[in-house]
């Protein structure tokens, strides 16, 4: 079995954590959005759009986070196999 390397490892703490911040993330945007809806006067995008943008920001940057993971992981495999055929 290969050894892993600290850039798998790497890549798998970016594949595992960040799809849980932007979820996280997500969440407690929507959740201060609705916050904001509740305290507002009128109902509008006005005081829950900078919140649903927060949301937004929050789900792209899990799906890149663990792009980037799977991008590490991939690359420290490819050095464990050129280093087994070596």
């Known amino acids: 079995m290969a050894k892993t ?3 798998q490892k790497l890549g798998i703490g970016f594949i595992v954590l ?8 997500t969440a407690w945007s929507i959740y201060l959005s609705f916050t904001a809806l509740e ?10 759009g900078d919140q649903i ?6 789900s792209a940057g899990g799906i ?3 792009a980037i993971g799977l991008a590490l992981f991939v690359l420290g495999r490819s050095k464990t196999d050129s280093d087994d055929q070596a």
């Open 39 to 48: 305290t507002a006067e009128n109902a509008g995008i006005g005081p829950v």
């Open 53 to 58: 943008r927060n949301a937004l920001m929050f």
């Open 5 to 7: 390397t600290a850039l």
């Open 18 to 25: 960040s799809p849980l911040v932007g979820l996280v993330g």
């Open 64 to 66: 890149v986070g663990s």
